[in-house]
C-alpha cells in the first residue's frame, strides 16, 4: 500500500510538469509565434519599412557593378546592355542578354537611391507586407478556405516614371546636342552623352516605359497569390496552399493543444492535491514544483536573452549587403518577443509557487498562535 502510494504521488507529480510544459509552450506559440501582430510590430520595432529602399538600391547597385564586370570579361566591346549602340551613330548589335532592372539603371548615381526612396515609400511597403501577413493568417486560421492576395503597384510604377523622367529631363540639360544625323530608335536614355534633335518628354518617358515594362524589376505591377508559385520539376507550377497544406493543421492543432493542456493543468493540480494528505501539505509541495518548474525556464531564457543578439550576428553571410541584415534585425526582435513572453509566464508560475510556500508557511504560524490552554482550577482549602 505504501508503494502505490509512492507511486501515485510521482505519477501526479510527472502529469501535473508535463501538462505546464505543454500549455508553456502551446501558450508561447499560440500567442507570439501564431499572431500576426508579432510580425507586424516586428517590422515596425526594428525599422525595416525605413531601411528597405535603401538597401535595396545597394544591393542593386553592386548586382550591376558585378554584371558588368562579368559582361565585359564575357563580351570585351560590348556594353551591358549587350549592345554597342551609340548616340554618334556606332553599328547596331544584337543583344545578348535580356534587360533586368540592374542594367537599365544607372545606381552608381547617388540620386537614383534617393528616386527609389521618393517613389517606393516606407508606407507602401508597410501596406504589401502587412496585407501580405493579413491574408497568410486568414488562411492558417480557416477564416478563408484558400490563400488569396492581390496588391496593386500601379501607383509605385506611376512614382518611378515620373521621377525617373524627372531625373533624366534634369541629366539631359547638361548634355550637348548630338552632331550629325543620329540613329534614336534603340537609344537607352541613361545612356545618352548627348542630346539627339526631337528628343521630347515624351519620347523619356516611352523608352523608361518599356524598360521597367521589359524588365524584372516588380514585374507585372500585381502581385497576387499566383507570384509564390514554383514550378517543380515536371514543369507544373505549385501553389502557395500547396507547398504549405500543413500550416493550417499547424495552426488548429497549436490552439487544441493550448485548450487541452490548460483541462490538463487544472486536472493534474487537483490530482496532485489528492494524493497528499493534509491539505497544508499538499499545497507546499505544490508550491516547490511550480516554483522549481518556473525557475527552470526562467534562468535560461535570462542567458538567452544576454547572449542571443551577439549569436545571431555570425549568422550573417559575409559580404551579403544590407538586405540579409535587416531580416535579421527583424529576427531579433521576433526572437525577443518569444523571449519576453516566455519569461512572463515563466515569472507568473514562479511567483505562484513563491505564494504558495508563503501562504503555507503563515497558515502554520497562525495555526500556532492559536492554540489555547484550560486555566486550572485554583485549590479550595479543605477542612477535615
Same mark, same amino acid.
Given at each position: ?248 493543421? &499547424? ?6 493543444? +493550448?485548450?487541452? =493542456?490548460? $483541462?490538463? /493543468?487544472?486536472?493534474?493540480? #487537483? %490530482? ?62 521576433? &526572437? ?6 516566455? +519569461?512572463?509566464? =515563466?515569472? $507568473?508560475? /514562479?511567483?505562484?509557487?513563491? #505564494? %504558495? ?28
Amino acid at each position: 500500500m505504501i508503494y502505490m502510494h509512492v507511486i501515485l504521488r510521482f505519477l501526479t507529480w510527472s502529469l501535473l510538469r508535463l501538462s505546464l510544459l505543454v500549455f508553456f509552450l502551446s501558450l508561447i506559440v499560440s500567442y507570439v509565434v501564431l499572431n500576426p501582430q508579432t510580425y507586424k510590430s516586428s517590422l515596425v520595432e526594428s525599422n525595416a519599412y525605413e531601411e528597405f529602399v535603401p538597401a535595396l538600391a545597394e544591393q542593386l547597385k553592386n548586382n550591376s557593378e558585378s554584371n558588368d564586370q562579368q559582361f565585359q570579361t564575357e563580351n570585351p566591346g560590348v556594353d551591358q546592355q549587350g549592345q554597342s549602340v551609340m548616340v554618334d551613330g556606332g553599328p547596331d548589335q544584337d543583344k545578348s542578354k535580356e534587360k533586368d532592372v540592374e542594367n537599365l539603371l544607372p545606381f552608381e548615381d547617388p540620386k537614383i537611391e534617393l528616386i527609389l526612396s521618393d517613389s517606393i515609400s516606407p508606407d507602401i511597403i508597410q501596406g504589401f507586407a502587412e496585407t501580405l501577413i493579413d491574408s497568410l493568417f486568414a488562411w492558417a486560421d480557416g477564416t478563408t478556405e484558400d490563400f488569396m492576395f492581390e496588391f496593386d503597384l500601379l501607383p509605385v510604377r506611376q512614382n518611378l516614371l515620373d521621377n525617373f523622367t524627372a531625373y533624366v529631363e534634369e541629366e539631359i540639360e547638361t548634355l550637348p546636342q548630338c552632331v550629325g544625323d543620329e540613329e534614336i530608335a534603340d537609344i537607352e536614355v541613361f545612356e545618352l552623352k548627348c542630346t539627339p534633335a526631337g528628343f521630347s518628354t515624351d519620347r523619356i518617358k516611352q523608352e523608361i516605359e518599356l524598360g521597367l515594362s521589359g524588365s524584372d524589376f516588380l514585374d507585372g505591377w500585381k502581385i497576387t497569390q499566383d507570384s509564390f508559385s514554383d514550378q517543380n520539376d515536371n514543369g507544373d507550377n505549385k501553389s502557395f496552399t500547396e507547398n504549405l497544406d500543413f500550416v493550417p493543421s &499547424v495552426h488548429s492543432g497549436t490552439k487544441t493543444a +493550448l485548450l487541452a =493542456s490548460a $483541462v490538463g /493543468v487544472i486536472l493534474s493540480i #487537483a %490530482l496532485f492535491i489528492l494524493a497528499r494528505k493534509p491539505l497544508d501539505n499538499a499545497l507546499s509541495k505544490l508550491g516547490r514544483t511550480l516554483l522549481s518548474f518556473g525557475l527552470l525556464f526562467v534562468i535560461p531564457l535570462l542567458i538567452v536573452k544576454i547572449i542571443a543578439p551577439g549569436q545571431l550576428d555570425n549568422l550573417l553571410p559575409e559580404d551579403g549587403g544590407r538586405l540579409p541584415e535587416i531580416g535579421l534585425d527583424v529576427g531579433e526582435v521576433l &526572437v525577443a518577443k518569444i523571449i519576453n513572453f516566455g +519569461l512572463i509566464v =515563466s515569472t $507568473v508560475i /514562479v511567483a505562484i509557487g513563491f #505564494a %504558495l510556500l508563503v501562504f503555507e508557511h503563515y497558515g502554520k504560524l497562525s495555526a500556532g498562535t492559536k492554540t489555547t490552554t484550560m486555566p486550572k482550577k485554583p485549590k479550595s482549602d479543605s477542612k477535615l
